[in-house]
């Protein structure tokens, strides 16, 4: 299998989806900037698709727009045309197989992340 590296034109749709929903929510670039913890001018860089969006920050964007990763993604038809049949698992584990080390290492941390956290709820 070949992993394929994050696309230009990928990094482009996240960082444009960012600006579009700041943009209908009303956010300045500083004002989401705060809320997610990074500087006004990394934040113009991703949304100008200058570099790619790390997933911890990602997640922090989805949490301050109240959006599951599922949603923001939808309209992305490259990502999910052909994963259109898959169930959930399946779909998973196929996105997951698209990523390069680094960013297969970034949805492993968040997934053990969850995890704790779930057990310590449990378990509070």
Known sequence: ?????T??????FVGSKIRQLRKERRLTQAVLAKKIG????DLCRMENGEYKVALDTLFRILGVFGMKIGDFFQNDEELTK????????????DMIRRLDGG???EVLDFVRFKLAARRDISNG
């Open 103 to 105: 960013a297969r290492q």
């Open 82 to 93: 052909p994963m259109m049949n898959m169930n959930q698992d399946q779909l998973l584990l």
């Open 1 to 5: 299998m070949t992993l394929r590296p």
């Open 7 to 12: 696309s230009r034109r990928q990094t482009i």
């Open 38 to 41: 990074v500087q006004q001018s």
